[in-house]
């Protein structure tokens, strides 16, 4: 394991003893941190960052992270990778059981996750939202589908987009069971 393998398991170990929130708590402050809207920090906005949260990195670690997740040469982490790369590894387990929600969504078969195959798997009918007026119920599928959509929204979901979306939700669930119960439960699979 190299430094910066070491430096990510002791944030992932810090994220993960807060809880449930840990690495989405840390993804909301990020998001916050990033007042031009680039989605990076330099190292040391992210050591400022981080010591905000009271996660403790020297600067050789914060330089260490940022040029691991340095895609372009910028001299800045990506935040969307860092924060995935901070997640826990998935087991073939999980990977299975989300694969298997996906499919049930997919309805049309061709990769993609639309409006279009959620209408055929749920209704919205009976959303608060709809029956106050408030909102249709087109409106109530496109706004499920997009918390598992990308930060650009652009109303298809991959299996790619839904793992990442699973995958920062099975951070917090301990273990195989609990997390395939919550998905066959969640998903009627």
Known sequence: MDAVDATMEKLRAQCLSRGASGIQGLARFFRRMDRDGSRSLDAGELQQSLAELGLVLDTAEAQGVCRR???DGSGTLDLEEFLRALRPPMSQVREAVITAAFAKLDRSGDGVVTVDDL????SGHAHPRVRSGEWTEEEVLQRFLDNFDSSEKDGQVTLAEFQDYYSGVSASVD?????????????RL
């Open 69 to 71: 997740w340095d895609r």
């Open 119 to 122: 209408r055929r798997v749920y």
């Open 175 to 187: 273990t195989d069971e609990e997390f395939v119960a919550m998905m066959t439960s969640a998903w």
